[in-house]
Structure formats: structure tokens, C-alpha cells
Nanobody, 120 residues
Framework: VQLQASGGGLVQAGDSLKLSCAASGRTFSSGWFRQAPGKEREFVAA????????YYADSVKGRFPISRDNAKNTVYLQMNNLKPEDTAVYYC?????????????????WGQGTQVTVSS
């Protein structure tokens, strides 16, 4: 399964961006992670393809709803009220597990990443 992430860019604090991740095949759950310069990769949000269960990091809960379009095999991350601390490379990931997970090791496939930069 190949994952293609898109939608990143340079925005100002308070703006919104919508990331997309198109998959070439089916997985059972998908997630978004991010990595800021000099920091470890961190979990952002995840969703199951069946049932639509979601799970969020506390830092983005209420601001970054995750959704999926089964027909398009695409998962989205709507990022609202962006903050400078949200600046990072965002990666989408696909898992063959049928539950949401915040652990990177539970994901089998990874996209190439898309840069999000939020200026103050």
C-alpha cells in the first residue's frame, strides 16, 4: 500500500489547512503523525475505516478533526486554529489493525510527509 500525503503549506496562526492522504490500497485504520525539527515523531490523530472510531492527541483535540472517505480511499486531517507549535512535517500512516492506535509501531505503511509551517 502506498500513501500520498498532500495539503501542507505556510500559514499564519489562527488559519486552517486540510491535509489529505490517498492510499493505493485498503487498510483498517489510518493515522497522522508529525515531527518538528529536533523533536521526536508524535501522534496526532487516528481513525478506523470501519465504524469511524477516532482518537486524538490532547494537543489537537477539538482543533484537528480526522475523517475518511471510503469511496476515495482517502483520509483527511482538517487543521483549524493553527498555532506556531503545530509546525512540523506531517506523515500519514496506514495500519492493518482494526483499532485506533497512537503507537507508530502499530502502523504498517507510511507516506512521504508534507510540511506545515505556522507563522506567529
Amino acid at each position: 500500500v502506498q500513501l500520498q500525503a498532500s495539503g501542507g503549506g505556510l500559514v499564519q496562526a489562527g488559519d486552517s489547512l486540510k491535509l489529505s492522504c490517498a492510499a493505493s490500497g485498503r487498510t483498517f485504520s489510518s493515522g497522522w503523525f508529525r515531527q518538528a525539527p529536533g523533536k521526536e515523531r508524535e501522534f496526532v490523530a487516528a481513525v478506523t475505516w470501519v465504524g469511524g472510531s477516532t482518537y486524538y492527541a490532547d494537543s489537537v483535540k477539538g482543533r484537528f478533526p480526522i475523517s475518511r472517505d471510503n469511496a476515495k480511499n482517502t483520509v483527511y486531517l482538517q487543521m483549524n486554529n493553527l498555532k506556531p507549535e503545530d509546525t512540523a512535517v506531517y506523515y500519514c500512516a496506514g495500519s492493518l489493525a482494526g483499532w485506533v492506535s497512537s503507537r507508530g509501531e502499530d502502523y504498517n505503511y507510511w507516506g512521504q510527509g508534507t510540511q506545515v509551517t505556522v507563522s506567529s
